[in-house]
């Protein structure tokens, strides 16, 4: 069963516009949460996170948004940029238990047309 | 050289052949795993070693066997591979737990 879901598996936007990628969890023990952005023939590379003590964290044009009570969280790319085309992994971890491995998702293929 | 590098880039195989992956890391951390990315799946754990210790091991078929000879190496031992082990596999390292995680570029393992 997955923990975490990403369940679109593509999008496409225009340059300029915004990319929203929408992520959901199951497992209410989560506490951190990640995106990654992996490009063709690299490994993913930490984008940006959040801690579920906050509902926002701002990293230039990225924002993660995260709402705990629906267990959702959503990255937002404005202006987006075809640079930012790549596939954007989110994770999930739950510090109990010691173990601070994360939880990923499918992934969602984000286009940025010129 | 820096970072996390996985040699083979490509890998093409039989079915009974053997061969190996292999991961370095630069980063003096003291964690490192292998993922499997299949397509249209989520990244799949399949070994932990933490100070060259496995710590888990989920499920993985016999058939891959991982190797932690010290701190910065990690290997994949494969052997009797099925096609359906065909996919991209990922070393990553960390320092203490899952934290700072830092991924290398993958292999592209085919299996025919």
């Known amino acids: 069963d997955q923990q975490v879901k990403q369940n679109s598996p593509s999008l496409s936007v225009q340059e300029g516009r915004i990319s929203i990628l929408n992520c959901d969890y199951t497992?209410?023990?989560?506490?951190?949460f990640l995106w990654y952005k992996k490009y063709p023939a690299e490994g993913p590379t930490f984008l940006i996170s959040?801690?579920?003590?906050?509902d926002k964290n701002e990293d230039g044009r990225f924002t993660v948004f995260l709402n705990k009570s629906a267990k959702h969280l959503s990255l937002h790319i404005v202006p987006s940029q075809p640079g930012d085309s790549a596939v954007y992994f989110c994770?999930?971890?739950?510090?109990?238990?010691?173990?601070?491995?994360?939880?990923f998702g499918r992934g969602t293929s984000l286009i940025v047309h010129p | 050289e820096t970072g996390v590098t996985q040699t083979p880039r490509h890998l093409v195989m039989g079915m009974t052949n053997k061969k190996s992956l292999k991961c370095e890391q630069h980063?003096?951390?003291?964690?490192m795993y292998w993922y499997k990315q299949s397509a249209k799946k989520p990244l799949e754990l399949m070994f932990v070693?933490?100070?060259?210790?496995?710590?888990e091991n989920n499920s993985v078929p016999s058939r891959f066997s991982p190797e932690c000879p010290n701190s910065s190496h990690l290997f994949l031992h494969l052997h009797t591979l099925q096609p359906e082990d065909s996919a991209l596999y990922l070393c990553?390292?960390?320092?203490?737990?899952?934290?700072?995680?830092?991924f290398g570029s993958g292999t592209r393992l085919t299996v025919v």
């Open positions: 990553a390292s960390s320092q203490g737990s899952g934290y700072g995680y830092t």
């Open positions: 497992n209410s023990m989560f506490d951190y």
């Open positions: 959040i801690s579920s003590i906050k």
């Open positions: 994770a999930a971890r739950a510090a109990s238990g010691g173990s601070y491995i994360p939880t």
């Open positions: 980063l003096g951390h003291n964690a």
């Open positions: 070693y933490s100070l060259e210790e496995r710590v």
